[in-house]
């Protein structure tokens, strides 16, 4: 019988272990980690580069199977094809050829949405994340948070109830970047998506990350996990706890 703290769980990960390769060349990726993300809340990973934080989104989105554990999604098995999971690569993952409107839209088109759905649903998200105005532009004419902000539109536009991000905002100057952590923030306050944000940032991962994981060099496993209750509060930066929250991450890393 699943205890009603497990039924509110969004993602549930036991004894999770994947090995790259085979033979001589086999490298182990992940080892033995095990963690639990309630629905409708945040979650950062941080790591040490090669630790395994990257494969294990992959896990959950279903587009690395061969592992040996447990990892469910909404209490299902996680497995190819879930409509209700949606992947924000660091690269942005854009089109060129494609403009701003056919780039956010490229998720409902391969689904066959409707066009009035489309339509409705995609220029709402895409005035709400300040691209409206854009949306006959191509990539290369917009900036780098301007290029993130469409593919943040693409995922949303699916209605996901899961978000995994990819360090979405490495490449980003510190002011772009902490403009769309807060327009994150606004997102998961209206929709309470559960979020999933591999990032390499101390400060980010305490910003946005109600549960912090840290891991451990390669490969990876989890050293600790950190209740943050404080992150998705706005004032959240300014306040003591914030930095002493800082130090105790920065410590975990370094031991």
């Known amino acids: 019988m ?5 039924d509110n769980n969004m993602v549930s990960v036991a004894g999770l272990s994947l090995y790259y ?8 990726a992940l080892r033995d980690v095990s963690f639990a993300i309630p629905r409708g809340s945040t979650c950062a990973i941080i790591g040490p580069s090669g630790s395994g934080k990257s494969t294990l989104l992959y896990v959950l989105s279903g587009l690395l199977l061969d592992f040996s554990g447990e990892v469910l999604v909404d209490g299902a098995g996680v497995g190819r094809g879930r409509r209700q999971t949606a ?6 993952g854009l089109l060129p050829w494609k403009k701003v409107w056919d780039n956010a839209t490229l998720g409902l088109d391969i689904r066959r949405v409707p066009a009035g759905e489309k339509q409705s649903k995609t220029a709402s998200i895409l005035k709400e994340l300040g691209l409206w105005e854009m949306r006959d532009r191509y990539p290369a004419q ?39 952590q807060k327009q994150l923030l606004h997102i998961w306050l209206k929709d309470r998506i559960t979020i999933v944000l591999v990032t390499h940032s101390i400060e980010e991962a305490i910003f946005l990350g109600q549960k912090i994981i840290v891991f451990s060099a390669h490969p990876g496993r989890v050293v600790e996990i950190v209740d943050n209750p404080r992150a998705g509060q706005p004032d959240y930066r300014k306040t003591r706890d914030f930095y002493e929250m800082a130090t105790r991450v920065r410590e975990l890393l370094e031991h």
Request: no cysteine.
């Open 142 to 180: 917009l900036s780098g948070g301007q290029r993130q902000r469409i593919g943040i539109a693409r995922a949303l536009a699916l209605d996901p109830d899961l978000l995994l991000m990819d360090e979405p905002f490495s490449s980003l100057d510190a002011l772009t970047r902490e403009a769309l």
């Open 87 to 92: 992947l924000i690569l660091q690269d942005y």
């Open 21 to 28: 390769g085979q033979g001589e060349g086999r490298v182990q």
């Open 2 to 6: 699943i205890s009603d703290a497990a």
